[in-house]
């Protein structure tokens, strides 16, 4: 099922990291696609640019961000909005994309990705947020769910809930990023596919599926690993619940050779066109979502 845009499924693609430049450059491998982590070119030039001109002019790009702090109360840095909005028309991105988490107060910004209170307040603040954002780029955003370790007691949503509500209010895309509901899942200890459930297929432009590490008590979402068979399952119903959708293999850490990450990122091509044949299809109870309020 297509997204409300039209957005087209680019297929199977990992992030455009340093180490793999050379490569890149020398040997243009056959991937789909490449995903931009956008500060990393917002205030750059000279190698880092010319490099991304070169993979733009070859392959399709999107672009994904850390600092958007869609939920901040913050006024929305609008200098931010303008380096981006460059960035993207630079590269003829094909969607933007950052998080739904906060990532400061008073201009300061962490570096971190730090979780959301699920409350109808923070519903309503952030779409506005959105909509102002959406504004100013002249385009849609995907926001992903972020991997969280802690909670916050006044939450009354739950986290799928108030994501898909979002969505439908501010008019924004979904990244889904399958392993952030895993690791989330056992941190917090809800049900993951009850979690893919409550997403509106409209919505999704996008997945992300990392490798992350168990601390036996916690999993920290590192992307520094290969994807595991419990998130690859989960990976194969979120498919079968949503349809086709550009497929992200994240490895940020430990970051081994361009065919290792490459390899891992076709094992979801694999695994989706064994669901193709199977015919498999979920059918959640559960397809509509609610008007938001506690």
Same mark, same amino acid.
């Given at each position: ?16 990291? =340093?180490?793999? !430049? ?43 961000? @850390? ?8 006024? @929305?840095?609008?200098?931010?909005? $303008? ?28 570096? /971190? ?17 959105? $909509?102002?954002?959406? &504004? ?10 972020? =991997? ?13 809930? !108030? ?26 200890? !809800? /049900?993951? #596919? ?7 297929? /409209? ?11 168990? $601390?036996?008590?916690?999993?920290? &979402? ?13 990976? #194969? ?8 959708? +550009? ?17 891992? +990122?076709? #094992? ?7 669901? /193709?044949? =199977? ?16």
């Amino acid at each position: 099922m297509a997204n409300r845009w039209g957005y087209r499924d680019l297929g199977f693609g990992i992030g455009l990291r =340093s180490v793999h !430049f050379q490569h890149i450059l020398e040997k243009q491998p056959p991937i789909d696609w490449f995903e931009v982590l956008s500060e990393n070119y917002m205030d750059t030039g000279g190698r880092p640019l010319h490099v991304l001109d070169q993979v733009a002019e070859r392959y399709p790009l999107v672009l994904h961000g @850390v600092s958007l702090s869609v939920g901040s109360k913050d006024p @929305v840095n609008l200098e931010y909005l $303008k380096k981006l909005k460059s960035l993207a028309a630079r590269v003829k991105a094909n969607w933007v994309s950052d998080h739904l988490c906060w990532c400061g107060i008073t201009g300061l910004n962490t570096h /971190d990705l730090l979780p959301m209170p699920y409350t109808t307040e923070a519903l309503r603040h952030t779409i506005e947020r959105v $909509k102002i954002i959406q &504004d100013v780029l002249e385009r849609p955003i995907a926001l992903e769910n972020a =991997s969280t370790y802690l909670e916050f007691a006044a939450s009354t949503w739950p986290e799928s809930e !108030f994501l898909a509500a979002l969505a439908e209010e501010a008019d924004c895309g979904i990244l889904l990023d399958v392993n952030n509901v895993y690791v989330s899942s056992y941190n917090h200890g !809800f /049900d993951p #596919k009850a979690y893919i459930d409550r997403i509106p297929r /409209d919505r999704v432009v996008q997945m992300h599926l990392a490798g992350h590490t168990n $601390k036996g008590t916690h999993i920290i &979402d590192t992307h520094n690993d290969y994807v595991i068979d419990s998130v690859w399952e989960l990976y #194969k119903y979120a498919h079968r619940r949503l349809g086709g959708v +550009a497929t992200l293999l994240e490895w940020d850490a430990n970051i081994p050779s361009f065919a290792i990450v490459h390899g891992e +990122a076709l #094992k979801a091509r694999k695994l989706r066109e064994q669901e /193709d044949l =199977s015919g498999v299809t979920a059918t959640p109870e559960l397809d509509e979502v609610p008007a938001y309020g506690d």
